[in-house]
């Protein structure tokens, strides 16, 4: 699965731009940094390639296979 730590996103967009199942996309809510913050689209579809969490500048994804979520 993937977490987001929504408050540290600068929103660069990296995340969106690489996810290569196209799932990530910049939500309408801003975090604490008053930045808008990538929001998954379609879990199911998610390999765990954690292609978004190597390409985060800021540390702000991290990815676990399985589980549930917090
Ligand atoms: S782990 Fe891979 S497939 Fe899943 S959201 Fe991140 S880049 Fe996309
Ligand atoms: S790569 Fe990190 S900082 Fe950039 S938009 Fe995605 S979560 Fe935010």
Redesign the pocket.
Known sequence: M?QINENLCKNCGYCVK????K??EIGTVRNRRGQFYPV?TDEEK???????ATMCPEGAIE?TEGGSKA
Request: proline share 6%; with cysteine.
């Open positions: 993937v690489f996810c290569p199942k799932i990530l998954m998610c390999i765990t390639c954690a292609i978004c990815v």
